[in-house]
């Protein structure tokens, strides 16, 4: 379609149809007010050329029928009453027929009106003759007058009224043609404005239409070509030749499908190269890397999961139970997939050992959901290889182990010696020497502690003093606890509090163990609180566990050491000194040992509270067992 010319713009094109719309209303308009005038000039023409005559008329009537009256009285003998009647209604009909007489409108009315001026003369002239003469007083007298009104008075009288009843017939004749007349005019009035209004709305609508369809068919024709952009097909172009708004419109949009093609045939190379990349950088990665979809089948694994599992087109396209026949990796990428929940332990229970050419390789394992706007995209399972680190780590337990065993004996040695200083077995000593053993028994009671406590970690990661596990009550265990710390709590002037309730279910748990844990929580709060402060012990039933949680109203950690609190040496700055910094790892490494884990919630100068949780419901024998080997599992 090409449109040229002033009408090749739109907004032209629009005002001419409007134009073209006031116009047409304009010519309705104005048949409307010219009919409204020639019916409104045909009643004033019938009001004033007519309707004065005809109430003229009927006046002359009146007036001529009391004059007669007045006649009748003075015959009757009241002569003063007939003449002021007559004089009274002869001045009205003189004020008619001036209003007749003025008002001439139909042929031969004014022959009708000067007939009626010269009767009405001779009739005035026997009547006013009657009314100055005497009243009639015998019966003769008014005989003689009666034959006068009736020989002369009487014709009068009809003369006249016959002719005003002329006057008034002419005019009300008159008055009907014109009604008439005027409901023709109305008539052909108001079907002169049915055919113009209908003419008009023909006229508007086929006007209408047409603009309607010189801007709508372009204008779907961009709408179609625009939804095949949308949907991605961009090679599309608008062919539309107009000089107008649409056709800048329509070039606007090919520029824009131009400008999208180039930006889409970029971003694809971008995409491309991306996709290279991320494929060359998996392919590069070290540790063993599986890619699967929603629902859990395998979309890509680099080659270090194919030096695992085999070559990659033997598991693309296989779920993953079947592609990587690992238990523990399938669990962990269903996790991902239907909870998904990140799998990243750092202790045993994310280890996983595989056979790699005959040799056992130990890798942490992490899976991961993949999501974007839309949703779950799949899940990413990476193997860390820490082979050499768990040796290493192996390493360093044996000589920890190994070395506190050593010094185990000549620490033990020295302490017996200061004891028998102290008790004075090779003589009394100074107050200054005293005080040197007072302190040298100080310093070799922490080394011992901590002598102990590396025995014990070894003890635990090795696998060597599994717990024994038998049910207790939580109470049993807070009251064994709170019992160990009591005299250090009175010392220190802390108060502790016992909120465990006595009906929680009893827990397989290794007694000495969380006792162990319990009473190195408390003193920790024991320690870190001033005088006054108090370390509260609660336990509650949260789901198939039971919580416990110690409480203080110490100094608090600050942020900067809570990630750090469980590991090993680790010791809060400005916190009280009382030991190596083992104690925390050593209950998170019992705690773990139970199949619970333990937190720590605090703010500087605002206390902490500890919390860890030990399931319940669970066979004695069976959790022992799982245990057991599950740690000589790891030792390995």
Known sequence: MTVTGPMGNLRVQLLVSHLVLVFLMFIVMVGAIVNFARLGGSIHRILKDNYASVVAAQDMKETLERQDSAATFFLTGNARKARDQYEENRLKFEQAYQVEAHNITEPGEQQMADDIRDRFAAYSQQIQKLLSSEPPTTKEQADAYSQTYFATL?????????RAQDVLKLNQDAINRASVLAENEARGATLTAVVVTVGALLLAMFAAARMTRAALIPLRSLARQAEEIGVGHLNQRIELRRSDEIGVLADAFNRMSEKLREAWLLEEQRLHRAERMSDAALESLYDPVVVTDATGVIL???????????????????????????????????????????????????????????????????????????????????????????????????????????????????????????????????????????????????????????????????????PSFVLVSPRELSDAALQAV?????????????????????????????????????????????????????????????????????????????DHIFERFVQVPGATQGGAGLGLSIAQSIVRAHGGNIAVISEASRGSTFTFALPVGHEVEGKERDHSDGAHSGSG
């Open 154 to 162: 009487e014709p009068g009288f009809k003369g006249v009224k016959d």
């Open 300 to 466: 890509h694994w680099n080659r270090a999961a194919a030096w695992l599992f085999g070559p990659e087109e033997h598991g693309i396209g296989r779920p993953a139970s079947q592609a990587v026949r690992e238990a523990r990796i399938v669990e962990a990428i269903d996790r991902a997939i239907h909870q998904e929940r990140i799998s990243a332990e750092e202790d045993e229970a994310g280890f996983v050992t595989l056979q790699t050419d005959g040799a056992p390789r130990t890798y942490r394992l992490r899976a991961t959901p993949m999501r974007d706007d839309a949703g779950l995209l799949g899940a990413v399972a990476v193997l860390e290889d820490i082979t050499h680190l768990r040796e290493l780590d192996r390493l360093k337990t044996e000589f920890i182990g190994v070395a506190s065993h050593e010094l185990r004996t000549p620490v033990t040695s020295l302490l017996l010696s200061v004891q028998l200083l102290q008790e004075g077995a090779v003589g009394e000593l100074t107050s200054e020497q005293k005080q040197v053993v007072d302190a040298q028994k100080e310093d070799l009671d922490r080394l011992e502690r901590m002598m102990r406590d590396l025995l014990d970690i070894t003890r635990l990661e090795a696998g060597v003093t599994p």
């Open 486 to 562: 009591a005299s250090q709590a009175a010392v220190k002037g802390v108060l502790l509090v016992n909120e465990v309730p006595d009906d929680l279910p009893s827990i397989p748990v290794d007694r000495a163990q969380i006792v162990r844990v319990l009473v190195n929580l408390i003193s920790n709060g024991i320690r870190h609180t001033p005088q006054a402060g108090h370390v509260i012990v609660r336990a509650s039933h949260v789901g198939d566990a039971v919580a416990f949680e110690v409480q203080d109203t110490g100094v608090g950690i600050s942020k900067a050491y809570l």
